[in-house]
């Protein structure tokens, strides 16, 4: 039971990252779930039609797909070294209890033995 | 998203890396203190950064039609304080500017300015004004984390005004307009970023219940009891 609040809790957070899919209407002709950098930098070029950026990125993604390989490999290894810890700390949370318990049991016995 | 390579003026660059340097440096020095005094809280340290790499890749859609994604600031900043998530945010950052040319390394210190200060700073003193209102811990992270991941992108959106000031209205016109883009598309993603907080720490709490009460962060934990 004690695992169904963050079960609905990432539920929520699926739903909430695929309603605009639906929710939103691709514009005539337009590109729809681009970045919203890329909309700032639309803006910028509006609002300051002069402006050229006087640095350019030392290394670019060679294209999209390589770009979507080090996002994937930037989120893998958050998402693997936390989930190492959760189990390394469950595992030490469980062996602790258990030990607790053991101990437990063990006062227990010497009680009904001195009785 | 992070300020482009190349898209602050380069007085603009400069001031806020100068603003930016001392918050990474004074991190620096208190994950530094902290880890002498509690080594066994290394790995938990690890947690939070790990967070921040996972949630700062996650590129979610949002209702205005456009992506995003969250910071990942809140939970470092409530576990271990405002200051240690400069430098953790600061390594993130740095890492997507050289590799992924996504932020850039002259527009570093606006992004750690926003993302790695301003977020965590408003994490912090959100989850302890929820807490002292008597909100329960699950409700005080979930503000935290979702304003800060909110306030991150109005801080960006301010940063980018002031660069950038609309010719009739100026900077209010411009910041409304940024605002926008950033700080619209947020919403959906702030609150994910609120939910995913609390998620995790409901992991923390249960597993690390121990190190938790310790920190002094979540006093009634109870773990798996």
């Not at chain 1, 290894?77 to 030490?92: D, K, N, P």
């Not at chain 2, 953790?88 to 590799?99: D, E, K, S």
């Not at chain 2, 811990?137 to 304003?147: G, T």
Request: hydrophobic fraction near 55%.
């Amino acid at each position: 039971m004690k695992r169904y609040p963050n079960l609905i809790l990432l539920a929520l957070v699926a739903l909430l990252s695929a309603l605009p899919l639906w929710l939103v209407e691709r514009p005539e002709g337009g590109d729809i779930f681009g970045g919203a950098d890329n909309q700032a930098q639309a803006l910028i070029g509006q609002i300051a039609p002069d402006y050229a950026p006087w640095f350019q990125p030392l290394l670019e993604p060679a294209s999209g797909e390589i770009a979507s390989l080090l996002f994937a490999l930037q989120a893998a290894m958050g998402a693997g070294f936390i989930g190492y810890y959760l189990g390394c700390a469950r595992t030490r949370e469980k062996l602790r209890r258990e030990q607790a318990e053991a101990a437990d049991r063990n006062t227990a016995a010497k009680d009904t033995r001195a009785d | 998203m992070h300020i482009m390579e190349g898209f602050l003026p380069i007085e603009h660059a400069v001031g806020w890396s100068v603003a930016a340097a001392p918050f990474v440096a004074w991190g620096i020095r208190s994950v530094n203190h902290r880890i002498r005094e509690n080594p066994e809280q290394r790995m938990l340290l690890g947690v939070a950064a790990a967070f921040t790499f996972v949630l700062s890749a996650l590129k979610l859609p949002s209702v205005t039609g456009s992506c995003s994604h969250p910071t990942g600031t809140g939970l470092g900043a409530v576990l271990f304080g405002p200051a240690a998530m400069a430098p953790i945010g600061a390594v993130v950052l740095l890492f997507q500017a050289l590799l992924l040319a996504h932020g850039g390394l002259t527009t570093l210190g606006a992004n750690i300015f926003s993302m790695a200060v301003v977020g965590p700073f408003a994490a912090y003193g959100i989850f302890h004004l929820a807490r002292r209102l008597r909100a329960s811990l699950a409700v005080s992270i979930f503000l935290a984390a979702s304003l800060a991941d909110l306030l991150t992108y109005v801080t960006t959106s301010v940063q980018l005004a002031w660069a950038f000031p609309d010719p009739a209205g100026g900077f209010t016109t411009s910041f409304l307009k940024f605002a926008g883009i950033f700080a619209v598309t947020q919403i959906p993603l702030a609150v994910s970023e609120g939910l995913l907080t609390v998620v995790i720490f409901n992991a923390l709490a249960r597993f690390n219940a121990q190190e938790l009460r310790d920190m002094g962060v979540a006093p009634d934990a109870k773990g798996l009891a």
